[in-house]
């Protein structure tokens, strides 16, 4: 099946601070999502983003699917980013998570 | 409206319990999910309805139950279960398994197994 793979696995920022997660896939796709788990689990969309280039307020996101990788970006880094990320990939079905980025902004 | 409601929040049940954990969405989407995530992991895909059929069972044991009693509703059955199945339980929904389009998730529930 197809993997899905995140880095960095963690990161720290200070507020204001700018910062690029990924997301490689091994297989062709034409979808992928970004999530932001919240610490109270919920998972909330960010951009369902199959291919191109997308914005939403501070945050956006590329994906180059011939390539098979997605770049999400934050911009001004708040509190409330910290969180964990997660992309995720339909295959066969089913919804294919990656491991997450795991991400604290310290004021 | 893109929300999927999941009740309840929490759950606490002991080993002999039998309990169930709903979901409903009102999208008009026929594909429906139950995810288990443990803490610092992503969620695991439990099961799939497509058209309020099973359609994917990843071998999960049979003291969780699923049930889809019709197009808007996904329930999980909990009996017996053990201490090392506490987590958060996530219900997901999107327009049609295999045609890719954007899935949503509810806010969970967080079971724990006494």
């Known amino acids: 099946g197809i993997q899905v793979e995140q880095s960095p696995p963690d990161l720290i920022l200070q507020e204001g601070a700018n910062s690029t997660l990924r997301c490689n896939f091994s297989?062709?796709?034409?979808?992928l999502q970004w999530f932001h788990q919240n610490p109270w689990g919920q998972l909330i969309n960010l951009f369902y983003?199959?291919?191109g280039t997308k914005q939403n307020g501070r945050l956006s996101a590329t994906t180059v699917a011939t390539e098979r990788y997605s770049l999400l970006y934050i911009s001004s880094s708040q509190t409330t980013d910290s969180g964990v990320y997660f992309c995720?990939?339909?295959?066969?079905?089913?919804?294919?998570f990656g491991q997450g980025t795991e991400l604290s902004v310290k004021p | 409206d893109t929300e999927v409601t999941q009740t309840p929040k929490h759950l606490v049940m002991g080993m002999t319990n039998k309990k169930s954990l709903k979901c409903e969405q009102h999208?008009?989407?026929?594909?429906m999910y139950w995810y288990k995530q443990k803490a610092k992991k992503p969620p695991e895909l439990m099961f799939v309805?497509?058209?309020?059929?099973?359609?994917i069972n990843e071998s999960v044991p049979s003291r969780f139950s699923p049930e889809c009693p019709n197009s808007s509703l996904l329930n999980l059955h909990l009996h017996a279960l053990q201490p090392e199945d506490s987590a958060l339980y996530l219900c997901?929904?999107?327009?049609?398994?295999?045609?890719?389009?954007?899935?949503?998730f509810g806010q969970g529930t967080r079971l724990t197994v006494v």
């Open positions: 997901a929904s999107s327009g049609r398994q295999g045609v890719p389009t954007e899935a949503f």
């Open positions: 297989d062709s796709v034409n979808n």
């Open positions: 983003i199959p291919s």
């Open positions: 995720a990939v339909f295959q066969g079905g089913k919804l294919i």
């Open positions: 999208m008009g989407h026929r594909a």
């Open positions: 309805y497509s058209y309020e059929k099973l359609s």
